[in-house]
Every structure is written in structure tokens, then in C-alpha cells.
């Protein structure tokens, strides 16, 4: 076992006073009117402009929270690797703290934290395991070296230390040199979040933001409503 006391010390010097930290927020904001037909449009549109126009890092970076069959809450940092009418799309390990909590409870949020634009998108909605094609077919188009890691990694689980893992990566690696096509871990796949609800916030003057939300009708529609900030 490692305690804490064994870890080198990185930085030095007090940390800021997050409580002296403000920002004004801009003026321009989010109208009804601007919003698109759907929130999944809506959001191609947020997206683009993250990662388009304000070349954001990572704008598909998103924190996915979960829930276990007790309610106890869970959140991580996930990649979006697709998006479209059907939800959001991300991979991970199927034995994972998340994926065992969502096989007991499938609700689960989306965040996406656009801090330099103000901006946040909250998704809502219910997950449910890609098909075994879909994740072939995505698995298929990672780096030889993410797609050894997906088996040497047993997401989650405790390790006796870093060596077994890289142990375990030198294995791989052995055995699946460069060019060679690695086999899907079954452990490992995709699951796509059907949106309940999609809120678009936009930050304001004076704490006054724009927070305009999406919530699907039972006939398929959306029906738009603005949230108090
Ligand atoms: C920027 C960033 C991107 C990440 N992307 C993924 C991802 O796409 N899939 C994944 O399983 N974990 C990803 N991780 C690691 C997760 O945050 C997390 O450590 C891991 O999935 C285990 O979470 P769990 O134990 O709660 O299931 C990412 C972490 C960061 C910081």
C-alpha cells in the first residue's frame, strides 16, 4: 500500500483564495428565437463554435456523473466521440465504477464545463451499452497504443503499483506488435445517452445568466423553457 506521505512534493508557495476569484460575465446572451429546431442542433452549434472558434482544449471533455442503485453519486471526466438525433456517445471500460453504476441505474448527467465562453450544456438523460459493431468499428479507428492500454487496464479496479501495469502493457505489446490488429476487449464498449433534457447556459452581467432548456415531449418534439439563474 502507498500513503500519501510518500509522494513527492511538486509545487510550493499558498494556494490562491478561490473566494476572491470573480469574473464578469458578457453581455451578449442566449434568446429563444437564436435556438435551434432540436437541442442536438443546438449543441453542433455551441460545439462548433468551442472548438472552431475559440479553439478550445478538449471541447469534447465532458463530466459524466452516475448514480449507484443507492443514489451515491460519482463523477469523471469522459471523452464525446459522437453526437446525433439518437445522444451522446462515449467509451469506456464495461467493468468500470461508472459503467457498474449505470448497469444499476442507467440516469446520468453530461457536463460540459466551456469555461472560456461562459458557457456550460447540461445533458440528462438515460445510457445504454453502443452494439458490438459500433464499438468494433470505433475501437478499430484508436492508436494501436489505446487500444493495448483497453486491455491492460481493469478500469477501476485497486493495483499493487505502477510496474504491473506497465508489466502488463509490455505483454501486449509482445504480443501485438505494431500493425497487428488487437481484438475488441469484451470488457470494453460504448454507451449513448438518449437526452431527457439538454439546458444551454450562457453567462451574463450580474449573475443574470441565460439558462434556456430543452425537455422532450412524450410525441417525440421538444418543448423549450427558461430557467431562473
Ligand atoms: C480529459 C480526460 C478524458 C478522459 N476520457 C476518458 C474516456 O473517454 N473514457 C474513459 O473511460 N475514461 C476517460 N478518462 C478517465 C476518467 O476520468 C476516469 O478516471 C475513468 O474512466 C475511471 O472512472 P470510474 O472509476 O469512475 O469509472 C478521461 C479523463 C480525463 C481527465
Known sequence: MTTVTDAHAVSSGPAPDPAA?????????????????????????????????????????????????????GSRTVLLKQFDEHG???????????????????????????????RQVIVRGVARRTGRDETAAYFRSRPHGSQLGAWASGQSSVIADRADLDASYAELVARYPEGEQVPVPPHWGGFRVAPESVEFWQGRENRLHDRLRYVAEPDGGWRVERLSP
Do not use: C
Not at 435551434?36 to 468551442?50: D, I
Open 21 to 73: 476569484m470573480r469574473k464578469q460575465y458578457r453581455a451578449e446572451g442566449l434568446a429563444e428565437a437564436d435556438l435551434a429546431a432540436t437541442p442536438v442542433e443546438q449543441f453542433a452549434r455551441w460545439f462548433r463554435e468551442a472548438a472552431v472558434e475559440a479553439h478550445l482544449f478538449e471541447p469534447n471533455a465532458m463530466i459524466v456523473s452516475t448514480a449507484d442503485a443507492e443514489g451515491r453519486p
Open 88 to 118: 451522446f456517445v462515449f467509451y469506456t471500460n464495461y467493468d468500470s465504477r461508472k459503467a457498474r453504476d449505470l448497469a444499476e441505474n442507467p440516469y446520468v448527467s453530461l457536463l460540459f464545463p466551456w469555461h472560456p465562453m461562459e
